[in-house]
C-alpha cells in the first residue's frame, strides 16, 4: 500500500474516473437523498478504484460508504489480503466489514467453484447490506468485464438474455464502472498512488473466463484496440432490445409482476407464435429470480401439457417448475422439505424457530422478548390469552382446525389453505399457534375468532420477527440471493 492517504490531484485518469462513478450514482438517487453504498471490496485494483472515487465524491455528494471484504478460503494468502484490504479502507476512512468462508466446503452437488464463491460472495454481500442499512451494493465490474462476458455467453449460445451481459442495476446490485476499462481503472489508481492486491487464483487458466482473459481478448485488441468497447456496445444494444421486447410481451400476455409469483395469461401464451414463447418463459424466468432461462426439454414438456389440457404442471429445472391457476401460468419455486417442528414456552415468552428462521414472541408491548438476532419485523397480532398459559409453534399435523375470523363454522386447516391458494409445499413451513391442542392462530390465515382480543380483558402481542445473519459465519441459507444473470448458461439452455 502507498504510505499516506490518498489524496485529489489533477489528474485526468482520476477525474474522468470520479465522473463516470458520480454519474453512475446520480441515477442511483432517489428523491434527491443519495443514499448509502456498500462496496463489494476485494483489494484489487477495480475495487479499490471504485473505494477511491466514492471516498472522494462523499463529502461533496452526501452520501455514506461502507466496504464489505470476504476472505473465501481458497488460497494460503487470502487471510493476508483481508487485512490489507482492512487497512487500505482504513486509510480512505471507509468502515470495511470483514468476513470468513470455506467456499471449497460449501460448495454444493454439482455446483462449480466459481459458482459456488459467486453464491457465497452475494449471500455475504447481501446480509451486510441489511445488517448495515444500505441502500445499494456497488461492484467493480468494468468494460473489460463486460466483453468477457459477451465472448463467454457466444461460446454457450446465449440469446438476448446472455448477450445484454452485466446489467448495471440489477436488484440492489449496480455497477458503476461499465464503461471504464482495466487501464483507466489502474491508471488513476498509479496517478494517486495507491497500490492494489493480487489475487493468485484469479491468474488460474482452468476457468474459461481466465482463459478469455489472458489470451483472447489481448488478441483481439491486437487485431482492433477498439475490440472491447464494441463488445460492450453489443451488450448495451442487446439490453435496451430486451427491455423493449419484455414490454411488449408483457402487454401481450397479461403479463402480472407480483411480488412473489409472477404470471402471464396462459390463453394469450398459447397463441403466442413459437418463436416467441421461449422470450416469453425467459422473462418469466427472470422476474421469478430464476438464475437461467429453462431448458428445452422442460420448455417442450410445457408445450406438450398445453396441447392436452389447461391444467399445468412441469418442472423446468434447478427446483423451478411451472404451475397454471384460473387461466394463468405461474414459474414457482419448490421449498425444501419441511420436517414437523415444535417448541414451547409460557406467556409472557419467546422463543427461535430455526426451522422458518424466524422469532416469536408473545408479550403485552415494548421490543421482542430475548432475541439479539431478531430484525425486520414481520408480523404483530393482537389476541387473547392468559397469563402463564403454556403454548407450541409449530407447523400443521393432520387434522387441525380452527375458526378463522369471518367465518360462520370451524374448518380443517387444510381446506382453509387450500381455499387461500397457498402452494402445497409452502403449508407445512407456516407457523402455527397452539394451546392445550387448540389452534389459535396461523401464518398466512390469521387468529381463531375465539381467541380475538375482548374489551376489558387482557390481550398479548403476538410478533414475529425474522433472524439477521450475523458475521463472520453467518448462515448463507438465511441470505436472500441477488438476482443478477450467472457467469454463463449450461449446454441446452432455451436460447433467449
Not at 478504484?49 to 466514492?54: F, S
Not at 475490440?227 to 410481451?249: Q, W, Y
Not at 402471464?264 to 421461449?278: D, M, N, R, T
Request: net charge positive; charged share 25%.
Amino acid at each position: 500500500m502507498g504510505s499516506s492517504p490518498v489524496t485529489a490531484t489533477n489528474s485526468p485518469a482520476l477525474a474522468r474516473l470520479l465522473n463516470e462513478v458520480a454519474a453512475a450514482l446520480s441515477r442511483l438517487a432517489t428523491e434527491g437523498s443519495p443514499g448509502s453504498y456498500l462496496v463489494a471490496f476485494s483489494g484489487g485494483a477495480d475495487s479499490s478504484a471504485l473505494l477511491v472515487a466514492l471516498s472522494h465524491l462523499r463529502e461533496k455528494l452526501g452520501f455514506e460508504v461502507l466496504a464489505a471484504h470476504l476472505d473465501h478460503g481458497m488460497d494460503p494468502g487470502s487471510a493476508g489480503r483481508a487485512a490489507a484490504a482492512a487497512e487500505l479502507a482504513a486509510r480512505l476512512r471507509v468502515p470495511c466489514h470483514s468476513g470468513h468462508r470455506e467456499v471449497l466446503a460449501e460448495r454444493e452437488s454439482g455446483e462449480s467453484l466459481e459458482e459456488a464463491a459467486r453464491r457465497v460472495r452475494y449471500g455475504f454481500l447481501e446480509a451486510v447490506r441489511k445488517q448495515t442499512r444500505a441502500d445499494w451494493i456497488l461492484t467493480a465490474h468494468h468494460r473489460d468485464d463486460q466483453a468477457e462476458t459477451v465472448l463467454l455467453r457466444l461460446l454457450y449460445g446465449s440469446g438476448l438474455a446472455g448477450l445484454a451481459g452485466i446489467l448495471p442495476v440489477s436488484g440492489r446490485v449496480a455497477r458503476p464502472l461499465l464503461a471504464l476499462g482495466r487501464g483507466d481503472l489502474q491508471a488513476a489508481l498509479t496517478e494517486v498512488g495507491v497500490l492494489w492486491l493480487t489475487d493468485p487464483t484469479n491468474a488460474s487458466l482452468k476457468p474459461v473466463r481466465n482463459r478469455l482473459r489472458a489470451r483472447l481478448l489481448p488478441a483481439l485488441e491486437r487485431e482492433d484496440p477498439s475490440a472491447l468497447e464494441l463488445l460492450a456496445r453489443v451488450a448495451a444494444l442487446t439490453a435496451g432490445l430486451r427491455t423493449r421486447l419484455d414490454t411488449r410481451l408483457a402487454r401481450w400476455l397479461d403479463y402480472r409482476e407480483a411480488a412473489t409469483e409472477p404470471s402471464l395469461g396462459l390463453p394469450h401464451f398459447a397463441k403466442l407464435a413459437p418463436e416467441l414463447q421461449p422470450f416469453a418463459l425467459s422473462l418469466l424466468q427472470r422476474s421469478a429470480g430464476a438464475a437461467y432461462p429453462p431448458s428445452r426439454q422442460a420448455a417442450e414438456e410445457l408445450g406438450r401439457q398445453l396441447a392436452r389440457s389447461s391444467r399445468i404442471r412441469s418442472d423446468c429445472g434447478s427446483s423451478w417448475y411451472w404451475e397454471s391457476s384460473q387461466r394463468r401460468l405461474y414459474l414457482r419455486r419448490k421449498e425444501p422439505v419441511c420436517a414437523p417442528f415444535s417448541y414451547t414456552f409460557r406467556v409472557p415468552g419467546g422463543v427461535i424457530v430455526r426451522e422458518v428462521g424466524l422469532h416469536v414472541s408473545l408479550e403485552l408491548a415494548g421490543p421482542a422478548v430475548g432475541s439479539p438476532e431478531a430484525g425486520e419485523v414481520v408480523a404483530e397480532i393482537g389476541l387473547q390469552l392468559a397469563e402463564g398459559d403454556a403454548v407450541e409453534i409449530r407447523n400443521r399435523r393432520p387434522g387441525d382446525r380452527l375458526q378463522p375470523v369471518g367465518r360462520s363454522s370451524v374448518k380443517r386447516l387444510k381446506e382453509v389453505l387450500i381455499d387461500l391458494g397457498i402452494p402445497r409445499q409452502q403449508r407445512d413451513r407456516l407457523p402455527l399457534l397452539a394451546v392445550a391442542g387448540n389452534l389459535v392462530w396461523a401464518d398466512r390465515v390469521g387468529l381463531d375468532r375465539r381467541y380475538c382480543p375482548q374489551p376489558g380483558k387482557r390481550s398479548w402481542v403476538l410478533k414475529m420477527t425474522r433472524l439477521q445473519p450475523t458475521w463472520p459465519g453467518a448462515d448463507s441459507a438465511s441470505c436472500p440471493q441477488v438476482n443478477e444473470p450467472a457467469p454463463a448458461e449450461p449446454a441446452g439452455q432455451v436460447n433467449t
